[in-house]
């Protein structure tokens, strides 16, 4: 597949030129604005050594204009962000479905043994990883047998700063020895599994986490970003990263730093990707794994959409997964 470089100069960049005619053709010091889409996905130029076959397109406009739906048009056609990340997540998708089938498989086979042998399956991911561990429990379409190990010290909140803001949990994800004293508020047990989230893969939390129910004999799934992990130095005292601790390592397909778009005028990439893959990578395991246990004929309880006034029969079979939730956690806190 053939890549193109999409120029966008912003309507701020092109007042600015209106203002400043002498200035017009003078390059700036930083020129930032291209969206890279080698084999179909946008990627900063410093990345391009990262991937095996880079294919660009090189078309590039003299400066697109604004037309009457708001679009950007250019000499080589309609160019816009929005269609710029969308086409960039689409192509993430594609790549994921062609290379990620085998080790997610693998991981529903953990799962579906696991939740067959009335055991748990515990997903952990601290920070915007955490979203993922939600996507699979509690959500419509969920079933029991999985268990959102969610730390609330560990998560992103809507503060940035003050009371529960970011600092804290951007200090406690490197701190040695916590993630053990989350795991030992639980007692496991030998038909457990577990998935650990985290596009970076390295911050010492989250190995740890890996590391800690390796010990206790639980099968470990870690879902990452492989080029951020294996480009990542190590983060743990043990030179170890997630990727090392991993019974099977599902691959989020991001790039580096997560960001797939760049901006003219912007110094960081912007279209994080991360939450498309990773909520896409946790419902094809839900899916799997639901096809599996109906294979050993093990039927999963559902969580229904209970948003149906007057329908009892929602609310009869939310009534029978409340019960095999609480039935699935009988041995959680033994």
Same mark, same amino acid.
């Given at each position: ?25 003078? *390059? ?5 604005? #291209? ?10 130029? +410093?990345?391009?050594?990262? %991937? ?7 078309? +590039?406009?003299? $400066? ?10 250019? $000499? ?5 962000? #929005? ?9 993430? @998708? ?13 991981? #529903?086979? !953990? ?29 419509? $379409? ?6 959102? %190990? ?12 003050? #009371?529960?803001? @970011? ?10 020895? /916590?993630? &053990?004293?989350? @795991?030992? $508020? ?20 989250? =190995? ?10 639980? *099968? =470990? ?8 992990? &294996? ?49 896409? !990578? !946790? ?18 309880? %559902?969580?229904?959409? +209970? ?14 997964? /409340?019960?095999? /939730? ?9």
């Amino acid at each position: 597949m053939e890549g193109r470089t999409v120029r966008i100069r912003t309507g701020a960049a092109r007042r600015r030129a209106a203002d400043h005619p002498d200035r017009a053709g003078r *390059p700036r010091p930083r020129q930032r604005h #291209a969206c890279r889409t080698p084999a179909g996905v946008p990627i900063q130029r +410093h990345l391009r050594q990262d %991937l095996e076959q880079p294919r660009h397109f090189r078309g +590039h406009s003299a $400066g697109p204009e604004r037309i009457g739906d708001g679009r950007l048009q250019s $000499g080589s056609g309609l160019v816009a962000a #929005a269609e710029s990340y969308f086409d960039a997540t689409m192509a993430l @998708l594609t790549q994921l479905r062609a290379t990620q089938m085998d080790p997610i498989r693998r991981a #529903a086979e !953990i799962c579906a043994r696991s939740i067959a042998a009335k055991g748990l399956v515990f997903l952990f991911g601290n920070g915007h990883s955490r979203m993922m561990c939600e996507e699979m429990t509690p959500r419509q $379409g969920c079933f029991a047998g999985f268990f959102a %190990l969610v730390e609330l010290a560990l998560s992103n909140h809507a503060n940035i700063v003050g #009371a529960n803001g @970011l600092r804290a949990p951007l200090h406690l994800e490197k701190v040695e020895g /916590y993630a &053990e004293e989350i @795991l030992k $508020g639980f007692h496991f047990g030998r038909d457990d599994a577990f998935i650990v989230i985290s596009t970076s893969g390295i911050r010492p939390v989250i =190995v740890e986490m890996a590391m800690g129910a390796r010990r206790r004999g639980l *099968p =470990v799934i870690a879902i990452l970003s492989r080029r951020h992990c &294996e480009q990542s130095p190590a983060a743990h005292s043990s030179g170890k990263k997630l990727v090392d601790v991993a019974d099977v390592v599902i691959d989020n397909q991001c790039p580096p730093g997560d960001c797939v778009l760049e901006l003219d005028g912007l110094e960081w990439r912007t279209g994080p990707v991360s939450t498309v893959t990773g909520a896409m !990578i !946790i419902n094809m395991l839900r899916c799997e794994t639901a096809e599996l246990l109906l294979a050993r004929g093990v039927t999963p309880v %559902l969580l229904p959409s +209970h948003q149906f006034i007057g329908d009892t029969s929602a609310e009869q079979q939310l009534e029978r997964f /409340y019960e095999a /939730y609480r039935r699935s956690l009988a041995h959680l806190y033994e």
